[in-house]
């Protein structure tokens, strides 16, 4: 059984990843274009363009969580993505109260430690990274063949 589920834990991962994404670029959409029922506590609207932190945060919700979802440099845009919500716990939530049930930062502490799991295990499958870094090697092997050797 466990073999079974270890050969699994790409897709897996790939999936979760894929989910996590979406669910934080989906977060700057709403702050940024009012999509969604738009930013939080605006009743559908959008937050102000270069208002410190809920702009530059939807900025990189968007940013990141697409290119999470995507699986295009998941390490960097997820080690991003985790200091953003580790910030926001911090700064934003954890003066209201100690507990994240009771200061309202639960989707903040959820979502940092899910992207600082993907900074140490990659994208997974169905990722644009393992494609992209697939694709150099294989040409360099194809290379490899076809120089001619010298006797």
Same mark, same amino acid.
């Given at each position: 059984?466990?073999?079974?589920?270890?050969?699994?834990?790409?897709?897996?991962?790939?999936?979760?990843?894929?989910?996590?994404?979406?669910?934080?670029?989906?977060?700057? +959409? $709403?702050?940024?274009?009012? %999509?969604? &029922? *738009?930013?939080?506590?605006?009743?559908? /609207? #959008?937050?102000? =363009?270069?208002?410190?932190?809920?702009?530059? +945060? $939807?900025?990189?919700?968007? %940013?990141? &969580? *697409?290119?999470?979802?995507?699986?295009? /440099? #998941?390490?960097? =845009?997820?080690?991003?993505?985790?200091?953003?919500? $580790?910030?926001?716990?911090?700064?934003?939530?954890?003066?209201?109260?100690?507990?994240?049930?009771?200061?309202?930062?639960?989707?903040?502490?959820?979502?940092?430690?899910?992207?600082?799991?993907?900074?140490?295990?990659?994208?997974?499958?169905?990722?644009?990274?393992?494609?992209?870094?697939?694709?150099?090697?294989?040409?360099?092997?194809?290379?490899?063949?076809?120089?001619?050797?010298?006797?």
């Amino acid at each position: 059984m466990s073999a079974r589920l270890d050969s699994a834990q790409p897709y897996a991962l790939g999936l979760f990843r894929i989910v996590i994404g979406l669910l934080f670029a989906v977060h700057g +959409a $709403a702050s940024l274009f009012g %999509v969604l &029922g *738009g930013a939080a506590g605006t009743n559908g /609207g #959008t937050l102000a =363009a270069g208002t410190w932190p809920g702009w530059y +945060a $939807a900025v990189i919700q968007l %940013v990141a &969580g *697409g290119l999470v979802l995507l699986g295009l /440099g #998941t390490r960097g =845009a997820a080690l991003i993505a985790s200091g953003s919500m $580790a910030y926001a716990y911090f700064d934003v939530h954890q003066q209201l109260a100690l507990w994240p049930i009771q200061n309202g930062g639960e989707l903040s502490a959820l979502f940092c430690w899910s992207f600082l799991l993907l900074v140490f295990t990659g994208s997974g499958a169905f990722g644009l990274d393992r494609l992209l870094a697939r694709r150099p090697a294989q040409e360099e092997a194809k290379a490899a063949e076809q120089t001619p050797v010298a006797v």
